[in-house]
Nanobody
Framework: QLQASGGGLVQPGGSLRLSCTTSGFTFDDYSISWRRQAPGKEREGVSCIRSIGGRTYYADSVKGRFTISRDNAKNTVYLQMNNLKLEDTAVYYC??????????????????WGQGTQVTVSS
């Protein structure tokens, strides 16, 4: 249903663009989140983009460095990650949910999850 791709090994300060390609549901009806999990840590929210209106959310740790966008024609959400830091190393997951409270960008819960893509920032 969701497939995340675009991860890899990059040096600090480098960039990567993750893609979340979806199928099997009406993409326009779903808000999409990127979440990540580093070794030994809990999964955390990184960024979200709402289905209608395009409202976005960024975790404080990635504000100004990451940009989320969606292409409804391609049923795909992107996460452009610039100025990557060592602490961005994690497995990145995309997830979709259709229930979003007014004024927010992130779903209250997730109906679909993709497999993760590994992002490693290392010198």
């Amino acid at each position: 249903q969701l497939q995340a791709s675009g991860g890899g090994l990059v040096q600090p300060g480098g960039s990567l663009r993750l893609s979340c390609t979806t199928s099997g549901f009406t993409f326009d009806d779903y808000s999409i989140s990127w979440r990540r999990q580093a070794p030994g840590k809990e999964r955390e929210g990184v960024s979200c983009i709402r289905s209608i209106g395009g409202r976005t959310y960024y975790a404080d740790s990635v504000k100004g460095r990451f940009t989320i966008s969606r292409d409804n024609a391609k049923n795909t959400v992107y996460l452009q990650m610039n100025n990557l830091k060592l602490e961005d190393t994690a497995v990145y997951y995309c997830a979709a949910g259709s229930t979003v409270t007014p004024g927010n960008a992130c779903p209250q819960w997730y109906d679909y999850w993709g497999q993760g893509t590994q992002v490693t920032v290392s010198s």
